[in-house]
């Protein structure tokens, strides 16, 4: 006989494909980072899965293709689009060809994200109309795109935020924009949940993607946060499964904070002096 923890692991695998077999999830920004770990885990989960990225051609469609290769090996679909979401014809293409090609969608994730790291006070007009045009403006055209097809399914919404929606961080305006989709996620919980879709956010600490390593230009020290303080892209993506499985039913209008505590504390030991 098998140990029951063993059997109850299966019996968890099993009911988890069930909730997610012949689903479709659609990740914005999905062939790097975040959105690719959030797409794999999707397929992991049983569902098939739509990889968009920002242009066609070129390196980002490269690593969609990857994506997609990976997704396809787990046996389950994948379908890469381009599309720059700050471009409302872009944005109805991208939904048009999902639904063309897979007939449903269950899961948005709002991943897509685009902004200098410069201080607000500095951004060229340029600049600011493209913060918002992609980070707040190309997300709700996501939204009001994908709830046809999500109250047909009775779909699920997650946003991926990040600590600066909350927090300081020097030349970081994206933050604003994060906090300002956070407010909007709340809000479309109360007017898509009459649709029956669930609309939630999983706020991000410190994820070593490649934004890193800019972000390391800007704020001083950040490379000496312990390890156990910074999160992984499948840590990230395993919350996000969870707000998209019926375990979150109860779940409306949040944002799950995902950082191991790192935000819990105004005030901490020097990173160094950790051994």
Known sequence: MQPTSYATGNRDRDMEEDAFKGKVALITGSSRGIGRAIALRFARAGADVVV?????GGHSADKAAQVCSEVESLGRGALAVP???????????????????????????????????????????????????????????????AVPLLEATSGKIVFISSLGSRFYLPS???????????????????????KGIS?????????????????????????????????????????VLFLCSPAARAVCGETIVVDKGLSNRLYRPAWTAKP
Do not use: W
């Open 83 to 145: 599309a720059d979401i700050s471009l409302k014809s872009e944005v109805k293409e991208m939904f048009s060809k999902a639904a063309e090609h897979f007939g449903r969608l269950d899961y948005l994730v709002l991943n897509a994200a685009r902004a200098p790291f410069k201080p607000a006070e500095k951004l060229l007009e340029r600049e600011i109309r493209q913060l918002v045009d992609t980070n707040l403006i190309g997300n709700i055209f996501c939204v009001q795109q």
């Open 52 to 56: 968009n990225h920002s242009k066609a």
């Open 172 to 194: 970081y305006p994206l933050g604003s924009m994060k906090a300002a989709m956070e407010a909007l996620i709340r809000d479309c919980s109360e007017s898509l949940g009459p």
């Open 199 to 239: 609309v939630n956010a999983v706020c991000s600490g410190i994820v070593k993607t490649d934004s890193f390593r800019v972000l390391r230009m800007y704020m001083k020290d950040i490379e000496h946060i312990p390890d156990d303080l910074c999160v992984s892209p499948e840590e990230v993506a395993d919350v």
